[in-house]
């Protein structure tokens, strides 16, 4: 379809998939722009762009590349264990692998985690990640707000979760130990004379667990439209976290998305999400701001994330570096944006 092939459906719709919708037919096509003056606008982010020096330091931390002060879009590289362990007490975080391989110890026990998987760390449970294999790169999703999963291996399309295992040897070691307490954008350092991470034994909820996207059945919608399947809530629906994988059905029509920022984090092909053909490569578009978004029936497949959020997400200073205005027609640099860096 050429985009001169109007009439044109545009859907707009309230609190994402959950709410009311109205559909417009309209000539123009809406999800097109010549270019933008001022900050409201709809970026593509390459997620390997960060400049490693931010992460030369075995202390460094998340960047943030987006947030919004209750919600926080953040990159981490990692080659060797950082020197402490980390507690955010005021956030519950997702960690998304997008490279390597590494364990995380916590203190509801060990995870092996490696790329595709989708962790989600409760807020103050201590964590850190070691035996570290290539580079461990992630992406985190950081919420003021509870997380829970809202999926669990079944009938549905889920087959598979892991939870952390106990500890392979919880025995008590010495020394002095740090545990780093994130509390929003300040750290503090607690030290103590023994690891503060290993316990015996664990009961009750499995709290500390992980899901890998290939372990989420595809959906055929047939034709038509279906919500794709959530993975991660919150008890708000502040902010959702869906599988946006290659699926059977009619590409989505240009819509309104009127209270969500969108967020789509492309994490393997062989297929090709519309322009994104590079692993770990992400596009924001704010809410209310009319777009498409690309063909998911791609046969060659492909495994992607969506996330939804309440959120006015803004770019940092990290952001600006690697975010470049972007098509939302079929989600690439845009052309206005093509000649500059
Ligand atoms: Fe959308």
Do not use: C, W
Not at 62 to 78: H, K, Q
Not at 284 to 306: A, C, I, Q, S, Y
């Amino acid at each position: 379809m050429t985009r001169t092939d109007g009439p044109n459906p545009v859907l707009y719709t309230r609190n994402g998939f959950a709410g009311r919708t109205a559909t417009l037919l309209r000539s123009q096509y809406s999800a097109d722009y010549t270019r933008v003056k001022g900050s409201y606008a709809p970026r593509i982010y390459n997620l390997n762009d960060l400049d490693e020096a931010a992460f030369n330091d075995r202390r460094a931390m998340p960047v943030s590349i987006m947030n919004d002060g209750t919600v926080s879009l953040e990159i981490a590289y990692r080659r060797e264990a950082a020197p402490f362990a980390t507690r955010n007490v005021l956030a519950d975080e997702v960690h998304v692998v997008l490279a390597g391989s590494a364990t995380l110890e916590t203190e509801f026990g060990v995870l092996s985690v490696a790329k595709d998987d989708i962790v989600l760390i409760p807020r103050a449970i201590s964590y850190r990640f070691v035996d570290i294999v290539g580079e461990l790169r992630e992406f985190l999703i950081v919420t003021e707000n509870e997380l829970n999963f809202a999926m669990s291996p079944g009938l549905g399309p889920l087959t598979r979760m892991d939870a952390a295992a106990p500890f392979p040897d919880p025995s008590t070691r010495t020394g002095e130990y740090e545990t780093l307490i994130r509390h929003g954008d300040q750290l503090t350092s607690v030290f103590t004379d023994y690891d503060p991470i290993p316990t015996i034994s664990v009961d009750g909820n499995r709290l500390l667990a992980k899901v890998n996207i290939h372990d989420i059945r595809s959906i055929n919608m047939g034709s038509g439209l279906l919500v794709p399947p959530l993975i991660i809530d919150d008890a708000t629906a502040r902010t959702q976290i869906f599988d946006l994988s290659a699926r059977t059905g009619d590409r989505p029509p240009i819509h309104y998305n009127a209270d969500y920022d969108e967020v789509f984090v492309y994490l393997e092909g062989p297929g090709q999400f519309g322009g994104i053909t590079q692993n770990s490569v992400m596009t924001h578009t704010p809410k209310g701001f009319p777009h498409r978004g690309p063909v998911e029936n791609v046969p060659e497949g492909f495994r992607g994330l969506l996330i939804e959020t309440r959120a006015t997400l803004t770019p940092t200073a990290a952001g600006h570096e690697i975010g470049r205005l972007a098509d939302v027609d079929e989600f690439a640099v845009h052309p206005s944006a093509a000649q500059s860096v």
